[in-house]
């Protein structure tokens, strides 16, 4: 058992129960946001046993905040189905957790504590909060919309199949910008204050941004497979850095 992730489980239940106090969750946002808590807290243990990782340093205390809010999106957005939301409260929790974002990376660095695991810890946490913001979104803008908060899924799917996909990126500060964009549209669609054209128009844009950030690590390196495939064959892995590959 390592500290972190039980303290992350419980913060997400406090939170959970803070918000279904102030607003009520019902039956569908208390299961996700539960099977949510339960789920962070079984693959944060497991990665930081692999990483070999016993606590948490003080950017991974804020990247686990950012997952404890993440969890309180998936929950509302869990209860939209069900019902009626107060969709500020949403927006507000979302833009708390999307500003973090450029929080824990700087006191990483600040503190000199930066890993691999932590960086895979931030992305992965932005990334399931881009598809829970997907998930909220797609009944009103169409389904078409979970294609932005799905790509990095299918990316990860594709690794599986095509092992040249597993080689290293240059870093590409634009990933981070189309990442960010996503998250900017996406919590601006959810809040509805736009008109509906305008909405489809930025989010249609930001699908078209992250399509050409993927593509082209796909193309770069499908021309460099036959590298990848060489260090699949004996040499020392590619090691794959997470803190610059697109988030979402």
Do not use: N
């Not at 205390?61 to 997952?67: D, K, Q």
């Not at 960086?119 to 919309?145: H, K, T």
């Not at 500060?173 to 305008?198: F, M, T």
């Not at 249609?204 to 770069?220: Q, T, W």
């Amino acid at each position: 058992m390592r500290p972190g992730p039980v303290i992350g489980l419980c913060v997400q239940f406090a939170m959970l129960a803070l918000l279904s106090a102030a607003v009520g969750l019902g039956h569908a946002g208390w299961a996700a946001g539960s099977l949510y808590a339960v789920g962070s807290w079984a693959l944060l243990t497991r990665a930081m046993h692999t990483a070999g990782l016993v606590a948490f340093g003080p950017a991974d205390l804020v990247t686990l905040t950012r997952a404890a809010l993440t969890g309180c999106v998936m929950a509302l957005t869990a209860a939209s189905f069900a019902g009626d939301i107060p969709v500020p409260v949403l927006v507000g929790i979302t833009v708390v957790a999307l500003v973090l974002d450029a929080v824990d990376g700087k006191v990483a660095r600040r503190t000199q504590t930066a890993s691999a695991f932590g960086a895979r810890f931030d992305m992965e946490v932005d990334a399931f909060l881009i598809l829970v913001l997907s998930c909220y979104v797609a009944p009103a803008a169409g389904p078409w919309v979970l294609a932005i908060g799905t790509m990095r899924y299918v990316y990860v799917v594709a690794t599986w199949v095509l092992p040249w996909l597993r080689g290293q990126l240059f870093p590409r500060y634009w990933r981070k910008v189309v990442a960010a964009i996503q998250g900017i549209v996406l919590v601006s669609a959810a809040a509805d204050v736009l008109p509906r054209p305008v909405v489809a128009v930025a989010l249609a844009g930001a699908l078209a941004l992250l399509a050409e950030s993927f593509g082209r690590d796909v193309v770069y390196l499908w021309r460099r497979r036959a590298v990848t495939a060489g260090r699949a064959r004996g040499q020392a892995p590619a090691v794959v850095d997470y803190s610059e590959r697109a988030r979402a």
